[in-house]
């Protein structure tokens, strides 16, 4: 069995394929740290998401447990979802289109085609072109690692548990989605035509809006109790694959 693959090795493939085509654009989750300004730093990224969407990291002065005398739990205090995962709370910042679901759908296109490396890499090099970012604030959200802190805010846990390294029921829905998004680029791919990587890169942005705003309202009925459960891989499927009412990146909870 061969040796899992990082990420940060798809990375540099990416880069040794495609030398002028990195950033702003990206197809990996690369660069971990917390960097201002640096297109890339998914944590910055969702950060700015963040900000975009402040009602959910601001600390209800209503929950039971409370920030101690002299600390500030709320969006925008400094230090705060920025640099430190533990403050003001253990939380990440999660990838609504993961990377291997991702890296899995563009492989799918090629299927088991005699030339499916070949295509593989010329889907990866057409999203570079649109300049298609995995770690564009667009397809971030911070959520809560803890209980406690989800309940508060009204948020799903990233993980089921901190020793849990995958949300593996939500990823299987949203690979299905990806590559539901990538279907008509595969038609052309079996055709030796060239697809739209205007429209697939549309296509993937608006699923990113579309499940920001289902993790979003997951969190709220969690909170309320109508819905079990309390991290990303509870969220029912049937809710994960809805409509909802607001697609706007900062639209309101209803």
């Known amino acids: 069995m061969g040796k899992k693959r990082k990420r940060s090795d798809q990375h540099l493939t990416d880069i040794e394929d495609f030398p002028d085509k990195h950033k702003p654009a990206c197809l990996n989750a ?50 705060n979802f920025q640099d430190k995962s533990t403050v003001p709370y253990w939380h990440e910042s999660h990838h609504i289109i993961p990377h291997a679901e991702l890296k899995n759908a563009i492989a799918w296109v090629g299927g088991d085609a005699p030339k499916a490396n070949e295509i593989k890499l010329t889907v990866r090099g057409g999203l570079l072109d649109e300049a298609y970012n995995l770690n564009d604030k667009i397809n971030m959200i911070i959520l809560p690692m803890l209980a406690l802190h989800a309940r508060a805010v009204g948020l799903p846990k990233h993980r089921m548990t901190p020793s849990t390294f995958h949300h593996a029921a939500y990823s299987k ?41 289902q993790i979003k309202s997951a969190g709220q009925l969690m909170k309320k109790g109508n819905m079990a459960g309390d991290s990303l891989d509870d969220i029912e499927q049937e809710h994960l694959l809805a409509e909802p009412a607001e697609t706007s990146i900062n639209a309101p909870l209803t």
């Not at 959910?56 to 447990?65: A, N, R, S, V």
């Not at 279907?183 to 890169?201: F, G, T, W």
Request: proline residues 5%; aromatic residues 12%; charged residues 25%.
């Open 173 to 213: 829905v949203v690979l299905e989605e990806v590559k539901d998004a990538f279907r008509a680029m595969q038609e052309k791919a079996s055709k030796h035509e060239l697809p739209d990587y205007v429209q697939s890169k549309k296509k993937l942005e608006q699923l990113s809006i579309r499940l920001y705003g």
């Open 30 to 79: 690369h660069h971990g740290a917390y960097t201002d300004g640096h297109t890339c730093s998914y944590r910055w990224q969702g950060y700015l998401k963040a900000q975009s969407d402040s009602g959910l990291y601001t600390w209800p002065k209503d929950f039971g447990l409370q920030p101690p005398t002299g600390q500030n739990w709320n969006i925008g205090h400094p230090g």
